[in-house]
């Protein structure tokens, strides 16, 4: 009777040696990612605010200051730069200075009181999209409600339709908030794909894997033997994340972090078991490095990361249902920020869970033939 | 046949072929229990893929192989339990202790603790690794590591351990004492499969084979190869030659009729020699013709005479259908 795990707890006594012996080295590549996480955290606000904005106030009067300081007030132009003709204007946007141009033209004020309708060119920068997105948004509100004032002011009649927008979870808009849960996911697959990457392939370089095939170790044996002790230093690195994300960035955890804490060890166990299948590939450290690395971008730009899933195109929106990050994230986000429970998110950790069990059976065969093929 | 007088290894007609290489072509030997069996050849000659298919790790093309007993095709995992492997490069952890290590290999083969404690003190015992128990592998020479690979290797006690150039890279003094160390055990029954370059541990060993690009040319004892015909060409002997300039004296020997073949061995030459030209008449061809000779005497062929005469008449065979 052949027993497929074989060899699984000697593996697993010698991997937990090797940990312990070289827990400098390993803390340090635990640490990076929380350093990593300052960075962005401090660094990155998603929200548009202060665009550079050039001015070429051709009218001068009253009714134009006025206009300028609601722009100013939006908190999202900073007027920057203050011009006197097209040329210049044009100039402030074509050389990066300022993202926005605003020109009022000579008659604005006398167009407003004669009650005619006034025109206000705005130029918009159309190289990054959220700027521009959020410069349309803000003029075009602030031309409507001086327009409205003013028709308002002339008849008794009140507003017709009051919108009343409400944000539920992150009502600040605070960047870290929103930026953080998902953050966790790309940090965690980094530091836990490269655990078991290197694992094994130091084993290749040294030989010790060729001497471990002749002895009655079986692949599965082996496998888990070494993603076990990384299981727990990964899950030892989630909590670190959310701790410092709890703590430090004041991210506010909605759900219930227990539930976060288990559904984070399927993750976990995929991105290792990815590890195992580009080690069963890779024929040396640096090898491995140049495979892991091929994970990372999909996993930051389908996965609903930086860019709404649902916006891909459809191609890519299937694509994103076979990138892990994808389903950490709506359980992070989920939990974190939703307060989201085990009755919504129980599939997502399913999927993980599948999708592990998928790569590292793969990887087993992989060690299999090669131990055949050799 | 009892268990008993059955071969510790038994290849027959052992065929693999990578693609349109064939590397190993048609190997058949015998390797008796308790023998420590050389295994010779030069690089890429197959010796290493003969190991693997011995092993388990690479399917046979056609032929088949028992390992002690186990058919390897139908039971590799059975093989893999009987025997132990030492790669050459002793394949140790190096920031494990010497103790870690043994532990590790011995759950491997799944012994129990009180067994392994055991097998730690014998072994410790057997390979003098008493003072270095808590010591990092990497931190041991050449010759420690593999003494304590052979360690790891022979903790679940298998009567077949298999020797991947054991004494590469390693000082005379250890090797002389993983020699000692060899025969000591096979004196208890315990069969040794090794490769080596050595010619002089390929002369220690009970039984030979030599394989080369991928069919074993010589198989036999020591004394049996030297006394092969092939290699002792009727109405020939061999004679070394010393000569204080054993270039020169060389290019003359080849001049010389009735001398067969002649390499640089050292300060000295091999010949082959034809019984016509005896040896007052072979010393004073080199007189007559001002070469200095210190002495020259009748030699029993070595075991490298044998592989490089054998290793010739092979090449000859080969290139005779195209010429």
């Known amino acids: ?374 | 046949m009892t268990a008993s007088d059955q071969p510790a290894i038994s290849a027959n007609h052992l065929v693999r072929r990578f693609g349109s290489f064939t590397a190993v072509n048609d190997v058949s030997f015998r390797v008796q229990k308790g023998e420590i069996f050389g295994f010779l050849g030069p690089n890429g000659s197959g010796k290493t893929t003969v190991i693997k298919m011995l092993t388990g790790l690479l399917p046979l093309s056609s032929g088949e192989a028992t390992v002690q007993g186990i058919d390897v095709q139908a039971d590799p995992e059975s093989v893999r339990e009987n025997i132990g492997y030492m790669s050459q490069n002793f394949s140790l952890y190096t920031d494990l202790t010497v103790t870690e290590n043994l532990k590790f290999y011995g759950r491997i083969y799944g012994l129990s603790a009180e067994r392994l404690r055991e097998r730690m003190d014998a072994i410790i015992e057997l390979n003098g690794l008493g003072p270095y128990l808590n010591r990092l592998s990497a931190q041991l020479s050449g010759g420690w590591k593999q003494r304590l690979a052979l360690g790891c290797a022979m903790l679940h006690e298998p009567k077949l351990i298999f020797l991947d150039e054991p004494t590469a890279g390693i000082d005379p003094v250890a090797r002389r004492q993983l020699w000692d160390l060899l025969f000591e055990l096979s004196a208890h029954g315990i069969t040794f499969f090794v490769t080596t370059h050595y010619m002089d541990e390929a002369e220690r060993c009970s039984h030979v084979a030599y394989i080369y690009f991928g069919k074993v040319i010589a198989d036999g004892t020591p004394d049996a190869l030297r006394e092969l015909p092939e290699v002792n060409p009727p109405g020939t002997y061999r004679v070394e030659i010393s000569a204080p300039h054993v270039t020169s004296a060389l290019r003359f020997a080849r001049t010389v009729p009735g001398v067969r073949s002649s390499t640089i061995f050292g300060q000295s030459i091999h010949a082959l020699i034809d019984d016509h030209l005896d040896l007052d008449h072979l010393r004073s061809q080199f007189l007559n013709n001002n070469v200095a000779v210190a002495e020259i005497r009748p030699l029993a062929p070595s075991l490298e005479d044998v592989f490089v005469e054998l290793t010739y008449r092979h090449q000859a065979v080969q290139e005779a259908p195209r010429g």
Request: hydrophobic fraction near 50%; include cysteine; glycine fraction near 6%.
């Open chain 1, 1 to 374: 009777m052949v027993n497929p795990f074989r060899g699984f707890g000697a593996v697993f006594y010698k991997e937990t040696l090797h940990v312990r012996r070289d827990f400098a080295t390993l803390f340090f590549s635990l640490i990076i990612p929380i350093l990593q996480m300052f960075l962005l955290g401090f660094g990155i606000d998603t929200n548009v605010r202060q665009i550079n904005t050039v001015v070429y106030n051709a009218d001068g009067r009253r009714e134009s200051r006025e206009l300028l300081d609601r722009l100013r007030n939006s908190d999202t132009f900073h007027l920057y730069r203050f011009v006197n003709n097209d040329r210049d204007l044009n100039d402030a946007i074509i050389s990066g200075k300022c993202r926005v141009g605003i020109k009022i033209p000579v008659d604005y004020s006398d167009k407003l009181l004669h009650n005619m309708s006034a025109q206000v060119l705005v130029l918009i920068d159309g190289s990054d999209s959220s700027v521009a997105g959020q410069a349309i948004n803000v003029t075009t509100a602030i031309g409507l409600d001086e327009s409205l004032r003013r028709v308002l002011a002339t008849s008794d009649s009140a507003f017709a339709v009051d919108m009343r927008p409400k944000i539920l979870f992150n009502p600040d808009s605070r960047s870290p908030n929103f930026f953080l849960p998902g953050l966790t996911a790309v940090l965690l697959l980094n530091v836990t794909t490269f655990l078991t990457a290197f694992s094994i392939v130091r084993e290749k370089e040294r030989g010790t894997l060729e001497q471990l095939f002749v002895t009655p170790v079986r692949p599965m044996g082996l496998l888990l033997g070494k993603l076990l002790p990384y299981l727990c230093i990964g899950f030892f690195e989630l909590c670190m994340i959310v701790f410092a994300m709890r703590f430090i960035f004041s991210v506010p955890i909605h759900g219930n972090v227990l539930l976060l804490a288990f559904l984070s060890l399927p993750y976990i166990f995929v991105s290792l078991s990815l590890g195992i299948l580009i080690s069963s590939k890779a024929t040396s450290q640096a090898h491995a490095m140049q495979l892991a690395f091929l994970t990372i971008l999909p996993s930051i730009f389908f996965s609903g990361y930086i860019f709404p899933r649902e916006t891909m195109p459809k191609f890519f929106y299937v694509l994103s249902y076979f990138v892990p990050a994808s389903y950490f994230i709506n359980i992070t986000r989920g939990i974190i920020l939703r307060g989201a429970g085990w009755s919504h998110l129980w599939v997502d950790g399913l999927a993980l869970f599948l999708m592990g069990s998928f790569l590292l059976v793969t990887a087993a065969r992989r060690f299999h033939n090669k131990v055949i093929m050799a």
